[in-house]
């Protein structure tokens, strides 16, 4: 059974840091692209960053640039994302999806979606 597990969420002042993990399970990551997606309250989901099967990052949220990056450890078959300086705006629900090599923007083009881990950033 294929299966995406994140992990890492919390609650964190404003400025900490996180670092998210999506862990594989009955395939291996290497040659998917995993985007990170988040959603906040009342909001639609939305992507963050993806990075795909060779290793290039898509960025689709301009918020987090200089602050979130995403890497990837085909040996330990798990995405990570690094998330310093959060601000409240950066709480939501994060998910990781999987799709096959190449980065996508859209949601609808992910196959395989995890079930998300909660991050709050609140004083």
């Known amino acids: 059974q294929l299966q995406l597990v994140e992990s890492g969420g919390g609650l964190v002042q404003p400025g900490g840091s996180l670092r998210l993990s999506c862990a594989a399970s009955g395939f291996t990551l290497y040659g998917y692209a995993i985007g990170w997606f988040r959603q906040a309250p009342g909001k639609e989901r939305e992507g963050v960053l993806c990075?795909?099967?060779?290793?290039?990052?898509?960025n689709y949220a301009d918020s987090v640039k200089g602050r979130f990056t995403i890497s990837r450890d085909n040996a330990k078959n798990t995405v990570y994302l690094q998330m310093n300086s959060l601000k409240p705006e950066d709480t939501a629900i994060y998910y990781c999806?999987?799709?096959?090599?190449?980065?996508?923007?859209?949601?609808?083009?992910?196959?395989?979606w995890g079930q998300g881990t909660q991050v709050t950033v609140s004083s």
């Open positions: 999806a999987a799709r096959d090599y190449y980065c996508s923007g859209p949601s609808s083009t992910y196959d395989y």
């Open positions: 990075i795909r099967g060779g290793g290039g990052i898509a």
